[in-house]
């Protein structure tokens, strides 16, 4: 399989079946954000996957607007803390970096073994924390929402059509350049 191809394949789907994930591929998706690169090697990602009672007390924390997200069948914190990593001059705290690049491991990895892997910012972070023991002072950047496609029959309507539809990607020259920067690099003004 080439490279690219679980690269298209993974997306923000939200129909899960609501089937356990097995840990033995659970397993599988930790190895592959380890084996991410990170600066000086310091891997400063942490990844806390719930499964049984703790999957079920980590839902309570899932904002309204990720409904769906109460038929996954794992969900995996991903933490961090800028002091685990460097911290160079100029804002450049590569913990966060790192973590990314572990975060889309794991996901690629889920793609690989069938999986949907959903990435969520909306859930209150006090109490996910408090659902998974995660010390107060790491910081709990987001929950991957992991699961076996399912029926989209318990969507609303706007994600239901949103399962299927064509992927909306900018334009490459809108967030690439060759050899300098150049003005159409900076986001467009919202409406």
């Known amino acids: 399989m080439e490279l690219l191809q679980p690269i298209v394949q993974r997306r923000a789907a939200r ?41 079920e007390e980590l839902k309570k924390a899932l904002s309204d607007g990720n409904y769906w997200g109460k038929k996954a069948g794992a969900i995996t914190a991903v933490v961090t803390h800028p002091d685990w990593d460097a911290r160079l001059d100029h804002s450049r705290d590569y913990a966060f970096f790192d973590t990314g690049m572990a975060t889309m491991n794991y996901q690629l990895q889920a793609i690989h073994e069938g999986l949907l892997a959903h990435v969520i910012a909306g859930f209150d972070v006090v109490k996910a924390k408090a659902a998974l023991n995660i010390p107060e002072n790491a910081v709990l950047l987001a929950l991957i929402l992991l699961g076996y496609e399912g029926s989209a029959e318990h969507l609303n309507e706007r994600h239901k059509a949103s399962e299927k539809a064509e992927r909306s990607r900018k334009p490459l020259d809108e967030v690439f350049a060759y050899d300098a920067w ?3 690099l900076l986001p467009k003004a919202k409406e």
């Open 182 to 184: 150049k003005t159409e």
């Open 15 to 55: 129909a899960f079946s609501g089937q356990a994930v097995p840990r033995e591929i659970l397993d599988k998706l930790a190895t592959a954000a380890v084996l991410a690169p990170s600066c000086a090697n310091a891997q400063p990602w942490r990844f806390v996957t719930a499964t049984g009672s703790a999957l």
